[in-house]
């Protein structure tokens, strides 16, 4: 029962390419985060959302932009994508403080900037 | 600010052996979540187990239990009988209701 879906697994884009990565969760959560993956330095928060069209910055915002229009769908831009932007990039849903606290992610997308 | 912090880059167990994997935090908020999760190679990233920072005990989830030490901002996982599916990268995390930050993670290895 997938939850929390990134609509590509592999993205190889060129250099100056606008870029979208679109995360979409069945579970009615507020929250949702993207997150990329670098080795050595873990996860590391680009922008989150708490609800519908609010959007907040997290440690690394730059370079990047987001779009929250319906509830279940987070979507990351990369305006002009850049070498330094390949990676892995990892959305996550969560509910906490309610009736249940519960945080998923979804599997994954690797991004290769050529 | 939230804030994790795992000093261990990797870890190596041997099989059937119990094995601890550190967590220390930083958070303002008063009331807060702590997660782990286990990341294997194909980069998918199951949850394991949850604690709320108001919950008495400390949590447990078949193998896995978190020795939840608040007073120490210590959440350390605690993976008994290893496996040799449990080679991984694990990583905790603090959620404080909006924002949940992660820590750099461990890499366990288990040896038959």
């Known amino acids: 029962d997938v939850k929390v879906t990134q609509s590509s697994r592999y993205l190889v884009k060129r250099t100056g390419e606008k870029v979208f990565l679109e995360c979409v969760q069945d579970m009615d959560h507020e929250n949702m985060f993207w997150y990329r993956q670098d080795p050595g330095l873990g996860l590391r928060l680009i922008y989150f959302?708490?609800?519908?069209?609010?959007?907040e910055k997290g440690d690394i915002p730059e370079g990047y932009s987001v779009s929250r229009e319906k509830k279940e769908r987070f979507s990351l831009i990369l305006e002009s994508a850049s070498t330094n932007q390949t990676s892995m990039y990892l959305c996550?849903?969560?509910?906490?403080?309610?009736?249940?606290?519960?945080?998923?992610f979804g599997q994954g997308t690797r991004l290769t900037v050529v | 600010a939230q804030k994790i912090t795992q000093t261990q880059p990797g870890m190596f167990v041997q099989e059937k052996e119990a094995v601890t994997l550190d967590c220390t935090y930083d958070?303002?908020?008063?009331?807060?979540?702590l997660f782990w999760y286990k990341q294997p190679s194909s980069g998918e990233m199951i949850f394991l187990i949850y604690?709320?920072?108001?919950?008495?005990q400390n949590a447990t989830e078949g193998r896995y239990s978190l020795n939840f030490q608040k007073a120490r901002k210590s959440a350390n996982l605690v993976i008994s009988a290893s496996q040799l599916g449990d080679s991984a990268m694990y990583f905790c995390a603090v959620t404080g209701g909006f924002k949940t930050i992660f820590g750099a993670g461990t890499r366990l290895f288990v040896k038959a």
């Open positions: 959302s708490y609800d519908v069209k609010m959007k």
């Open positions: 996550a849903s969560t509910s906490w403080g309610g009736d249940k606290d519960e945080a998923f």
């Open positions: 958070t303002s908020d008063q009331s807060y979540g």
């Open positions: 604690q709320g920072s108001y919950d008495e």
